[in-house]
């Protein structure tokens, strides 16, 4: 199995909501990644899990919150977004961290309204 | 600070055509990556170029990579309206392990 999957493909939030993106991969990779995208531009890096544990946080606002409760799955909560958190989610794994192809998810287009 | 640079960031080219995309980058990398987006989609690996004078070809596309010039190419071959799609480079850093990513090159092939 070479698949990323993320769950939902879409979804619409208020700004008062709490929702939660999941991710899951059976490749047996240590290392878990969430990006973020916005239209025409490429992916920015926001967290990074090795080995379950938090990695890398790129300086995300705490709105934004990841979990990671074994090494297939990977969560990002949300809560009280901005319309402006409006992107392509995207997840990603590889091997190891930053050092192995990473192979990315479908992603979750997330609209906040 | 490692910096990648792609260009074109835009080419419309007819089918049947050859063309070029570069990507530079700035400072020592041994690793760099070639992904394709289609429009709402996600990133689908295309190359992974770890050594100077790598070259690697999948069908209509070919990319290689010169270290001591700091520069990857992605040539495209009798282009087909299929290869249409935003090209990616993607370059590690060698310090922090990162992906720092190339701005990406929208490629339209024209039937």
């Known amino acids: 199995d070479t698949e990323v999957t993320q769950t939902p493909k879409h979804l619409v939030m208020g700004m008062t909501n709490k929702k939660s993106l999941k991710c899951e991969q059976h490749?047996?990779?240590?290392?878990m990644y969430w990006y973020k995208q916005k239209a025409k531009k490429p992916p920015e890096l926001m967290f990074v899990y090795s080995y379950e544990k938090l990695s890398i946080n790129e300086s995300v606002p705490s709105r934004f919150s990841p979990e990671c409760p074994n090494s297939s799955l990977l969560n990002l909560h949300l809560h009280a977004l901005q319309p402006e958190d409006s992107a392509l989610y995207l997840c990603?794994?590889?091997?190891?961290?930053?050092?192995?192809?990473?192979?990315f998810g479908p992603g979750t287009r997330l609209t906040v309204l | 600070e490692l910096k990648v640079e792609q260009n074109p960031l835009f080419l419309s080219m007819q089918e049947g055509k050859n063309y070029t995309i570069y990507c530079n980058y700035s400072t020592t990398s041994d690793r760099l990556y070639w992904y394709r987006q289609d429009p709402g989609k996600s990133l689908e690996s295309l190359f992974v170029l770890l050594s100077n004078g790598a070259v690697k070809q999948e069908g209509r596309l070919m990319a290689s990579l010169d270290t001591k010039a700091r520069l990857s190419t992605l040539h495209i071959t009798a282009a087909v309206h299929d290869l249409s799609a935003t090209y990616f480079c993607a370059v590690v850093a060698v310090l922090s392990y990162q992906l720092i990513w190339g701005a990406g090159t929208k490629l339209i092939i024209k039937p």
């Open positions: 990603a794994s590889s091997q190891a961290q930053g050092v192995d192809e990473q192979f």
């Open positions: 490749m047996g990779h240590r290392a």
